[in-house]
């Protein structure tokens, strides 16, 4: 799991894909995530099974 801090409208890369949060959701001890990710739409992925790091942003 990422030690990312995710909140709504965060960019990130998601295992390599450019995506937006939309929610996440803890289940027992298992944390989801909803999110927009580009070229593929919406998804909900267990953050066990994904790589999260922060989206780099050009300023």
Known sequence: ???VEL???QRVMLN??????IRTR?????EYLR????GEG????????VDVRP???RL
């Open 7 to 9: 909140s709504p409208s």
């Open 26 to 30: 803890t289940v027992g001890d298992i």
């Open 1 to 3: 799991m990422s030690s």
């Open 42 to 49: 919406v998804k909900i992925v267990c953050l066990d099974d």
């Open 55 to 57: 989206h780099k942003t």
């Open 35 to 38: 999110a927009f990710i580009e």
């Open 16 to 21: 390599d894909a450019p995506a937006e949060v």
